[in-house]
C-alpha cells in the first residue's frame, strides 16, 4: 500500500481514482484480421474456425505467403451457398523491409450454390469442406498467386479478369470425382476465370490499415468455354466474362450444370 493510501485510510480520504485503461493500439496485422472479418459478416455468417495447415506450407517448400499462416475462412450465405476465401494473402508482409502494404492486396474466394452436404457440413463444421473440389481449387490457385508475388497488376492490365489453365484434373481426386465431366477438357484441363464475373456483394475490403485490397472470385469454366478461349483472344476472355456475368449464377459454380 502506497503512503498516500495509507493517509487516506486513516484519515478517511477517498481513495484516489485508479488511471483509465489504455486500450492496446492494434497492429497491422490485426487491423487487417478485423477488416477482412466485417467485410464477409456483411456477405453472410462467418464461421468462428478456418481451414489451415499443421505445419505452413511456406516452411515446407510451398508456396510463400505474406506470413506463415495460410488460413481459408468459410461463409454461408442465407441463399444457402457456401464461400471458402483465402485468409491470409493481404496480411502485412512478415519481415520483409521496405514491403509496408497490405500483402499481395487480394483475397481469392470461391462461391458454390449447391454443395452436397456431406462436403458442405453445416454451421460449426468446416472439416468437410478440406475434402471438396472448392478447397483443392482455391488452394492451388492460391499457391499460384502467391508463387508469383500477387497478381493484382495483371489484373490492371487485362481489365479484372485473367483466365487459367489447371492440367491434370484426373490427378486431383476431388476435382476429378466431384465436378461435372462438362468442366473438363479433353486433355485433362480444368479452366477458370480470376476476377469476373464480380461477385454481388462489396469487390473491396475497406479498412485496411495499409493499402487497398480486393476481394477476386475463382469462376469455373466449362470446357466448351475454354475452347473458345483458346481459340480466341483475350477480347473472347472478356465476352465470356460478360456473358456470365447475364446468368442468373453469375459467379457462382453449381455442382449440377443444367
Known sequence: MSIGSLLRRWFGGKPAPSPAAVPPTPTA??????????HWEKVGAVESDVITHLISPGLTGGPHWPTTRQAY?????????AILATDGLSDPFEDVEGMDVNGFEMELFVECADLPRELAGGPGDVTPLQKSWMFALLSHVAGIVANNGGIVPLLDRYGGVLSMELPGVSEAESIHSQLPEQYV????????????????????????????????????????????????????????AAALTKLPYTHVARDSLV
Open 29 to 38: 496485422f490485426d487491423a487487417s484480421h478485423e477488416a477482412r472479418l466485417r
Open 73 to 81: 475462412c468459410v461463409i454461408r450465405r442465407a441463399n444457402g451457398s
Open 185 to 240: 477438357t479433353p486433355d485433362d484441363v480444368l479452366g477458370v476465370l480470376i476476377g469476373g464475373p464480380g461477385p454481388d456483394f462489396a469487390a473491396t475490403v475497406v479498412g485496411m490499415p495499409l493499402s487497398p485490397v480486393r476481394i477476386v472470385p475463382i469462376v469455373l469454366l466449362t470446357a466448351a468455354e475454354l475452347a473458345e478461349i483458346r481459340a480466341g483472344d483475350e477480347t473472347t476472355r472478356e465476352a465470356i
